[in-house]
């Protein structure tokens, strides 16, 4: 399937033939012989695509999602096996190959004991550093890779080839774009405050100035985002039960474009409704599609990369939850963007020239008003409650207040002292577990010193947490909620701002889609348990090069023989179209 690039690469590497003497045979040298490689590595990830999606809904696509489902290897038990389903830890996890025990970036934001207070997975303290924006923007704060504790697949690419390796990424998430690139990129772009930005970690590309002037976000004001299918294609009612949607929309579709006041210019709400709805896909579509061409990326000596995070599943579901019209049909909305993707990428990098891999950073648990009313046992985990009730269990036992500094997602941080206090007082520690244990929705509380090491004879949700598990960053105290219960951070007394989140060891949050379509790719459908932590060692075995964490292993079961990608017969990239999953 590369053998036209396979003999071009060879033939450029002749050396020039003396214009004196004989002339000369053109020897092909020793290097021709090593492996081909692909020219391009496009790493796709939708934010919060639950596995299940895939099954439910392929049926209503057409393009690219159809096409990589089709022409690609669908691992189809996929999931992470660690606890913090959240998005930074899914994309460094995506990018570098390593559980976050490994690459560090435990959560999207943590308790920072030293500073005492919390910081996000990317903000950067170095002062030297700084947020640029395209366009003339003007972004606030510092946001780079430095906390990422190993490399990602990219850098290693750029490092450990000939440097020829471009690295593009695009995500309207700094997290996301961000760990997809690693700690240097040609460019690192995200969305922030109506604007493209990046930092001055990475280089600017003249692309992305011209694409945010002539094509920027606002150009989608006043448009409406309208149901793309016949009403009856649908799998659920016109309004999801439990919802929060935007300022500005209402439960049901048509959902416009026109910010808070529908009049005037576009405002904060107009930017917020934007990323939640499939025009920012669209946009990020077109700004991968001007890489290609501005850079020429998959046509240059090296392996170029680029990496696009598709945010606006992740606002759709959290607004609406997993079982809307909004879900369904920004997925309709996505396929189409993808299929033009993938068609541009054939035209400019030549079909079987690239290898694409598309996953998802976690799922989403279902809005838990709509799972109670069909029965289940589901509800909220109110957390500034639980926090409460803690520093009162305390009280009996002379500890200061505040004892719990902060409970952010499962992680449990004691102000500085309490939990080394705590570990000698086993009467006062007790009571923090029954107190813990009473509120309604937990299951189970584990402490740091029991997931330290990661071993492997623990209960599957005990290891979850051991793989999330980074000293310094994770917490004291790990909370696991039950089943379909969502962990809430909302103040006491004021209603959520979202429908329904993430970020538990259970199946409906770690259980991703992964999909590999392209150079090397043997198709078919694959049942093995996998995790997204291989698609790195997937790519850099594609690239011929090792990455440093173990974490994650190769896919060798959806990688053609070695033989047929030296020397592939005429037919079998026609036959590896046609195969039937
Ligand atoms: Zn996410």
Redesign the pocket.
């Given at each position: 399937m590369a053998a036209g690039f396979f003999l071009a690469t060879s033939i450029s590497f002749v050396p020039r033939i003396a214009a004196q003497g004989p002339p000369a045979r053109a020897v092909v040298p020793k290097a021709s012989k090593a492996p081909a490689r692909p020219k391009l590595v496009v790493l796709l990830v939708v934010?919060?695509m639950r596995g299940d999606y895939v099954d439910k809904f392929l049926g209503q696509w057409t393009g690219g999602l159809k096409r990589l489902v089709e022409e690609g290897a669908w691992f189809r038990d996929a999931a992470y096996p660690y606890a913090a389903t959240?998005?930074c830890v899914?994309?460094a996890t995506i990018s570098t190959g390593a559980f976050p025990a490994t690459h560090g970036m435990v959560a999207?934001a943590w308790w920072d004991r030293q500073d005492q207070k919390m910081v996000t997975c990317t903000a950067d303290p170095d002062p030297n550093v700084k947020n640029i924006g395209y366009a003339g923007a003007t972004p606030k704060g510092a946001d780079t890779a430095w906390r990422m504790a190993v490399p990602s697949f990219a850098e290693e690419l750029k490092f450990q080839t000939s440097g020829a390796t471009r690295i593009v990424t695009f995500s309207l998430?700094a997290r996301?774009a961000i760990t997809m690139a690693g700690h240097r990129a040609d460019a690192a772009t995200w969305f922030d405050g109506g604007a493209w930005v990046t930092s001055t970690a990475y280089g600017t590309l003249p692309f992305i100035e011209e694409q945010a002037k002539s094509r920027p976000a606002k150009a989608d004001f006043g448009k409406t985002w309208s149901l793309s299918l016949p009403a009856s294609a649908y799998w659920y009612g016109e309004k999801a039960l439990g919802a929060v949607p935007p300022d500005g929309w209402d439960l049901t579709f048509p959902h416009p474009l026109r910010g808070k006041t529908a009049v005037g210019e576009p405002d904060n709400t107009f930017y917020e409704q934007w990323a939640s709805s499939p025009y920012a896909d669209t946009a990020m579509t077109e700004l991968a599609e001007r890489a290609v061409d501005a850079l020429k990326l998959g046509n240059s000596n090296g392996t170029d990369f680029l990496a696009v995070s598709y945010?606006s599943v992740?606002y759709v579901g959290h607004e609406f939850g997993p079982r809307s019209r909004e879900i369904q049909d920004i997925l309709v909305r996505l396929d189409k963007d993808l299929g033009n993707l993938f068609a541009h990428l054939d035209q400019k990098v030549g079909r079987g020239n690239y290898v694409v891999a598309l996953s998802?950073?976690?799922g989403v648990v279902p809005i838990p008003e709509d799972m109670q009313q069909a029965g289940a046992d589901a509800g909220v985990l109110h957390l500034p409650e639980l926090q409460e009730r803690i520093d009162k269990s305390l009280e009996p036992f002379n500890y200061a207040k505040p004892a719990v500094a902060r409970i952010s997602g499962s992680d449990i941080y004691f102000a500085p002292g309490v939990y080394e206090k705590l570990q000698q007082d086993r009467a006062a520690l007790q009571a923090v577990f029954d107190t813990a244990l009473a509120q309604p929705g937990v299951a189970a509380l584990y402490r740091a010193e029991d997931l330290r090491d990661r071993p492997a004879t623990q209960s599957p949700a005990h290891r979850a947490f051991a793989y999330s598990y980074f000293p310094g960053r994770s917490g004291d105290l790990f909370i696991l909620p039950k089943p379909y219960w969502l962990m809430d951070g909302t103040p006491l007394g004021k209603p959520r701002s979202y429908g329904t989140g993430?970020g538990v060891p259970y199946n409906y949050d770690q259980h991703v889609p992964v999909l590999l379509m392209g150079f090397g790719i043997q198709p078919g459908q694959y049942f093995q348990a996998i995790t997204p932590a291989d698609i790195a060692p997937t790519f850099a075995a594609l690239c011929g090069i090792t990455l440093s964490s173990r974490d994650g292993h190769v896919l060798a079961e959806a990688l053609m023989k070695p033989r047929s990608f030296s020397s592939p017969p005429r037919t079998a990239a026609a036959q590896a179209v046609k195969t039937n999953p």
């Open positions: 934010d919060q959240e998005t899914g994309h999207n998430k996301a945010s992740d998802a950073d976690h993430h």
